[in-house]
């Protein structure tokens, strides 16, 4: 520490704060060379007009006990003290474990939350329903669903397709071509879960472009591409472009037929698709070119250049959040695999560099301090992207990677350290799902759309009010998170809450282990160091020492990373965990679950909704919901740094010059965005920097719902966007794409209301 600033630490990186008046200051850790200016949210979250003062119930669940209820993000709060929220929160949960078993209860607790080790809300959330005898649990991400199915198949459950990745100093020395499906997001490259003491990619990245490192960046966004050749393709082609580029290769015998024999099962099932010998359609670079958009003269070419360059192949998670998702990361593998360089230095295929900050870094290569959160001995799970399906449609059988299973009939929906009014597609359809249960418990610092949809609303404190350990999976740092201020109003931590209502339910002993949060703390570090001083092979400071200096520095991986190097020098040494030890183009598995929507082999197929589609006519506007510059998903949305990236008070939606002139759209203007599924406002910015017929809304703006009428004032884009799964297979999230139509907004816009409080009323006499 200095002065009398304290260390803390986010998903975005080290910094500094103090208390200053009746807020905080922050600013960056000294030790971060390129800090994140998504910091500059940080002393937002102290704003009491934002914040979650008093425990509070909705009206309408105190009046008339639970149940299942439309009046869910309509009705008022009535504020109650703790002693009453805990005893009407224990009877709750007592009445529906009694009543339903632990089948009946949904941990809701997807989120990012804090970064701190203890402080994890979901992990806090799994611990304690666990001591209550178990819960519905989901799997998978919103961020990489289809991948985290889809690629175990292709490459086994011991490769790590995102973690396990080519490190960036390996691709600056050996990397001649990256050819980037979805481009390299810089954006992006801040956030990483636990976060990043020393922000490098972003400077590592123009580095190697400065020392002649080209970049063909392939999507609709020129800001993906910087420095790079930009591919303006048309969105959620990106399949039939490597399909054609493949078609190529071999077409011209530019493909490494013994890398195909030997490291690869399933090459010749491929080839027939691609040659046309499957099903009667070659799919050439002109067949592809149809598709993507991408003269097929550019796509041969490209073809050539590949196979002549020391070529990654690399394919942003973006692309797999879309309706066959599970294709695009399959198809970019065997791109790379054709190419012959997978397994070689700074060649190959990789996954997600520009998704995440820690893609492609040097970490200590060692497990974070975790809380155990206990066994859940409940069978039952979803896809996290089918929360809705389950609380709509309980009881209904769903397909799930070769398996049929049934969704549970969910009496209380628990949730803590998420909003899934940001991650979720079809908002409306999320309201009628939420109102379908008896009740819905929220943990939250701030009134989001998921605290306003609550029957009892805990509020709960920030990372700046409590102490924490700070640490990331591929980082090389731990870091202490002191408490900086006090709780804000009433605020709890998450422990403090679930500990008292442990007491309550009688299985305190088992939650708390006796010890209180700071113990916890000091307990996680002191274990975490006894485990790790023998991997590292050096001695690590006792707790006491550790928590009065700033940070902790940890040594690197002993070298750099090349994707499947072991695999490549040594196959049948180091096989892969597939059915044949190989890379599967063709995997008999995934065949034989029969869907049709995912095939053995990866294939072209055409999503519902895309400008090739007959949709289009109708809307034809292809919306894509990206990850926001100002702020990680829609955490701080109320922060200085999102603020900043609006117009008018609302999320910006960009529009290329033309498409917004046809409509008489000026830079700054209020627009409305819409489809059959809803609408939503928006400030116009008008560039040449998307491709035509494109638009691109971030996600993350706080739900903003206008009284009878499928509006939202702020600009959230997940009121456009379809709640279906990728495929059978994985089930994952598709809300990177919607086709929409856009139209200047006329007469006086409502004010946007989302980050306010709901309406309050006294309680009952």
Request: glycine share 10%; hydrophobic share 40%; charged share 20%.
């Amino acid at each position: 520490m200095t002065a009398d600033f304290a260390t803390s630490s986010s998903h975005w990186g080290m910094f500094e704060a103090r208390p200053v008046g009746d807020g905080v200051q922050v600013r960056p850790h000294p030790a971060d060379p390129a800090p994140s200016p998504l910091l500059d949210n940080i002393a937002s979250a102290l704003d009491p007009t934002v914040r979650i003062a008093r425990p509070a119930v909705r009206a309408g669940w105190l009046a008339d006990g639970p149940g299942p209820s439309e009046r869910r993000g309509l009705d008022p709060y009535v504020e109650v003290e703790w002693d009453e929220l805990i005893t009407l929160l224990a009877g709750e949960l007592r009445r529906v474990y009694t009543e339903r078993g632990p089948s009946g209860v949904y941990g809701g607790t997807y989120g990012w939350a804090s970064a701190g080790r203890f402080h994890h809300a979901q992990s806090q959330l799994k611990r304690f329903l666990n001591c209550m005898g178990g819960f519905v649990r989901s799997i998978n991400s919103y961020s990489t669903g289809a991948t985290t199915v889809i690629m175990p198949h292709v490459v086994g459950r011991n490769v790590d397709v995102m973690a396990g990745l080519t490190d960036w100093p390996v691709i600056a020395k050996h990397t001649e071509l990256v050819v980037a499906f979805g481009g390299i997001p810089r954006k992006n490259v801040a956030v990483s879960p636990g976060g990043i003491a020393r922000h490098t990619t972003a400077d590592q990245l123009a580095q190697a472009i400065a020392g002649g490192l080209d970049v063909v960046a392939v999507g609709p966004l020129r800001e993906d591409a910087p420095g790079a050749t930009w591919l303006p393709i048309r969105p959620a082609s990106d399949v039939a472009l490597m399909l054609g580029l493949m078609h190529t290769l071999l077409d011209e015998d530019l493909h490494d037929q013994a890398f195909l024999e030997r490291f690869c099962v399933g090459s010749a099932q491929l080839t027939a698709y691609l040659t046309g010998q499957a099903d009667g359609v070659a799919k050439s670079a002109e067949w592809a070119a149809q598709r993507c958009e991408i003269p097929a003269a550019d796509i041969r070419a490209l073809a050539r250049r590949m196979a002549r360059s020391r070529t990654l192949v690399t394919v942003t998670w973006s692309l797999q959040r879309a309706e066959h998702g599970e294709q695009a990361p399959w198809a970019g593998i065997a791109l790379a695999a054709m190419l012959g360089q997978i397994g070689l230095p700074g060649r190959g295929f990789g996954h997600g560099y520009g998704s995440m900050g820690d893609v492609g870094t040097r970490g200590a290569g060692i497990p974070v301090p975790t809380l155990a959160q206990g066994m859940n001995p409940v069978s039952e799970f979803i896809p996290v992207a089918r929360v809705s399906d389950m609380l709509l449609h309980p009881g209904d059988e769903f397909e799930y990677n070769g398996a049929t299973l049934r969704y549970p009939d969910i009496g209380l929906v628990y949730w803590a350290g998420g909003n899934p009014f940001h991650h979720h597609q079809d908002l409306y359809r999320l309201r009628s799902a939420l109102a379908n249960v008896d009740t819905v418990v929220v943990h939250e610092p701030f009134w989001t759309a998921m605290a306003k949809h609550a029957d009892i609303v805990v509020p709960v404190t920030t990372p700046l009010e409590r102490s924490d350990i700070g640490a990331a999976r591929a980082d090389r740092h731990l870091v202490p998170m002191h408490r900086v201020v006090e709780p804000l109003g009433q605020a709890r931590d998450d422990y403090a809450v679930l500990s008292e209502l442990a007491a309550v339910l009688g299985v305190e002993k088992e939650f708390t282990e006796g010890r209180t949060a700071q113990e916890w703390v000091e307990r996680l570090y002191t274990q975490w160091a006894a485990a790790t001083a023998p991997r590292i092979g050096q001695d690590l400071p006792d707790f006491a020492s550790f928590w009065s200096g700033e940070l902790l520095p940890l040594p690197a991986r002993p070298q750099n990373r090349t994707f499947l190097q072991e695999f490549r020098t040594d196959p049948e040494g180091h096989p892969l965990a597939t059915p044949s030890g190989r890379i599967e183009l063709f995997s008999q598995v995934i065949a034989g679950f029969g869907y049709a929507d995912c095939p053995g082999h990866p294939v072209w197929l055409e999503p519902e909704e895309w400008l090739g589609s007959p949709l289009a006519a109708t809307w034809p506007l292809h919306l894509i919901a990206n990850q926001p510059r100002g702020r990680l998903h829609s955490q701080l949305d109320a922060g200085a740094e999102s603020q900043r990236h609006k117009i008018a008070g609302r999320e910006a939606v960009t529009m290329h010059t033309v498409d917004a002139a046809e409509r008489g759209i000026a830079e700054g203007d209020v627009v409305r965005i819409f489809n059959d599924r809803g609408a939503c406002l928006a400030g116009a910015r008008v560039t040449d920097g998307i491709r035509r017929g494109v638009v691109q809304l971030p996600t993350g703006a706080w739900f903003d719902p206008q009284p009878d009428q499928r509006l939202c004032a702020h600009g959230n884009p997940n009121v456009l966007t379809r709640d279906r799964g990728t495929s059978r297979l994985a089930q994952g999230c598709t809300g990177q794409h919607t086709l929409v139509q856009v139209a200047r907004h006329e007469g006086e816009a409502p004010p946007v209301g989302a980050l306010g409080p709901p309406p309050f009323v006294s309680p009952p006499a």
